[in-house]
């Protein structure tokens, strides 16, 4: 009598976030050659039948478990790599592991690959990326590459490493979003170079023996074996996941990078203190850098007439200058959702900020009948349960008496940052039609009818993505961006500015490289702040060294680790977190609903999560929170 063929037991991840368990079940035999690590299979998970991951192959079944087998297989999944960097990922931003492998998964079924047999990369290509040797040496670098300034050879020298590295390796090109993916993609396309862009090219990156292309999901690209990888324009806010968890994809490429023991290239204008904690920093000849910025022109304005409102009189000359010339076009940007309410010296107009943290401060103890006037110490508030008036910082919650620390005046006046017809006082400083742009940043936002024939554009940041060119860009109030009540401000402001010298420059519309013809304007009662002082010279480093010092000083990013907690369950689970926290670890709250956790380092802080089991309830962990 022959024995029974022995069964073979894969482990399987099931597609269910709130599952943290993986279960065993046997390969049927018509499965047996589709079933490999990271293929994704349907299987019966009590009654009912869910989606999952093969993510060992094979093992020993667990004594006394009755397996089940597989129920059906769907098709290509990530590689073993990807499948590691996911459980990593899970654990960096203490979220599921399955959120993260549908990101590095199809949406469609793949039942096949396409061949590996890719062209050859042409010979002039390898010979030019040879210009970025020290880009792509090795490990992880951070390139300082103007908002103007050309990534391409970086982008070249990655391509010569995969076709250096063998016939089934790949490179990672990382873009802000799928439009300059897709420009991405056609440059190297139309150079030969073998390409997939992603997601509709998955199963081209999943054979590997090509440059994949893609925006933020693409740091779990389906590559075999990675060769390089670069991010461009690394600083961008949109590389971080919204939603929990809440990965940054920059951190994911320099991690998988590091796995594979290949060089990686964060590329931006104005890196930011996290990123520059990564690498070693690379920055070009001064006059090269200083040439890829364009002229940044500063409006000081706090000895303006408040009666002028948000125009300045240099605004308005150089708006009815721009829209005077053929072919000019002034895009305006306004801050009107009011993210912060800042406060000014009535007498002298000073902002109120805080003398630790540098951030605007606020009014408190306001009277609750809220007459337009902000009541001082030195005025009687009107109702008797109303606390005495004094300015608090939102930021590291330093309070203080109402009063000025330029003049000593104690009446304070508040700034209002938007009005509500800004679009028709500048119709009628320009004399022609204004477009409006609205709505929420987004990177593959574009251009439409109405926004390209206009002459002048106001709107909010968006604008800044919606329209390909402009002559001039004016921030019309950009202390809501310097003093806004996160400890990144300056560098988020920092971004804005370099985003708006890539708008006057034509990259977004032209060639990338050639210097910037326009000008960016900047109204502001802050003319020295760190971040303004940064464009103005074209030298992002006085911006970090000013937020080094405060940072360290405060201990905040990257000087530390932190997350913050939210939700219905978050009083629960920020109590079991204080009454759990070992001494390295600080827990704070509630403040508005929220907690914060701050840990010497990401390995203190996420071990620290894992441990402590979570509530019933909606809960939101926010890992490196981005705008705290």
């Known amino acids: 009598m022959s024995a029974e063929p022995i069964e073979r037991v894969v482990r399987v991840l099931p597609d269910v976030s709130a599952l943290h368990k993986t279960f065993d079940y046997t390969v049927p035999p018509e499965f047996a050659e589709r079933v490999r690590v990271g293929t994704q299979v349907r299987i019966a998970l009590g009654p009912r039948r869910v989606g999952g991951w093969v993510v060992e192959d094979p093992v020993e079944p667990t004594p006394g478990v009755v397996l089940r087998p597989i129920s059906a297989v769907r098709g290509w999944g990530p590689p073993p790599a990807v499948l590691a960097l996911a459980e990593w990922a899970a654990w960096r931003w203490a979220g599921p592991v399955p959120a993260l492998l549908r990101t590095a998964s199809s949406a469609l079924a793949v039942r096949s690959l396409p061949a590996v047999g890719s062209p050859a990369t042409p010979r002039r290509a390898l010979e030019e990326a040879t210009r970025a040797p020290a880009v792509l040496g090795e490990g ?154 364009p002229v940044v022109e500063v409006v000081d304005r706090r000895n303006d007439d408040p009666r002028t409102g ?107 940052l938007g009005v509500t017809r800004v679009r028709e006082e500048l119709e009628a400083l320009a004399g022609v039609a204004v477009a409006e742009v609205w709505g929420p940043a987004a990177a593959d936002e574009r251009e439409d009818d109405a926004v390209r024939r206009a002459r002048v554009v106001v709107g909010t940041e968006a604008a800044l993505h919606r329209v390909r060119d402009a002559s001039v860009v004016a921030f019309l109030e950009f202390d809501s961006e310097l003093l806004a009540p996160r400890f990144r401000a300056g560098e988020q402001a920092l971004a804005l500015l370099a985003r708006a010298a890539r708008l006057v420059a034509g990259a977004d519309g032209g060639r990338p490289g050639d210097r910037a013809p326009g000008r ?15 464009a103005v010279s074209a030298d992002p480093g006085v911006l970090a060294t000013a937020e080094s010092e405060v940072r360290r000083a405060l201990g905040l990013p990257p000087f530390c680790a932190l997350a913050v907690v939210s939700g219905a369950a978050a009083d629960a689970y920020g109590s079991a977190l204080r009454d759990a926290a070992p001494a390295a670890v ?17 390995g203190v802080l996420c071990d620290f999560l894992s441990t402590v089991p979570r509530p019933a309830g909606r809960l939101r962990v926010e890992v490196d929170p981005v705008r705290s």
């Open 140 to 293: 992880t670098t951070v390139v300082r590459l103007g908002p103007a300034g050309d990534p391409w050879p970086i982008v070249e020298a990655a391509a010569t490493r995969r076709e250096r590295a063998g016939l089934d390796a790949g490179a990672l090109v990382l873009t802000p979003g799928l439009r300059a993916a897709d420009d991405v993609a056609r440059r190297l396309r139309s150079q030969g170079i073998a390409t997939a862009l992603l997601p509709g090219d998955w199963a081209r990156a999943r054979s590997g023996g090509c440059v994949v292309v893609g925006a933020r999901a693409a740091a779990f690209a389906p590559v075999p074996r990675l060769a390089a990888a670069v991010v461009l324009d690394a600083h961008d806010e949109v590389y971080h996941e919204e939603r929990a968890p809440t990965w940054a994809a920059w951190a994911v490429v320099v991690e998988r990078a590091r796995r594979a023991g290949v060089p990686c290239a964060l590329v931006t204008p104005c890196p930011t203190l996290e990123i520059m904690a990564v690498g070693a920093l690379v920055v070009g000849p001064r006059a090269v850098e200083r040439g890829a910025w």
């Open 310 to 416: 948000l125009f300045s009189e240099r605004l308005v000359r150089v708006v009815r200058d721009v829209t005077e010339t053929p072919g000019g076009r002034v895009v305006c940007v306004v801050n009107r959702t009011g993210r912060v309410r800042l406060v000014g010296c009535a007498a002298c107009g000073e902002l109120a900020r805080c003398e630790r943290c540098g951030a605007a401060l606020e009014l408190v103890g306001e009277a609750r009948r809220g007459a337009r006037r902000l009541h001082t110490s030195s005025s009687p508030a009107p109702d008797d349960d109303v606390s005495a008036p004094s300015l608090r910082c939102r930021q590291c919650g330093e309070e203080r008496p109402v009063v000025c620390a330029r003049c000593g005046a104690t009446r304070m006046k508040a700034l209002r």
């Open 520 to 534: 960016v304007m900047v109204q502001t009662r802050q003319p020295r702040h760190p971040a303004v002082v940064a």
């Open 586 to 602: 600080e827990v704070r709250g509630p403040i508005d609903g929220t907690w914060s956790v701050r840990a010497p380092d990401h």
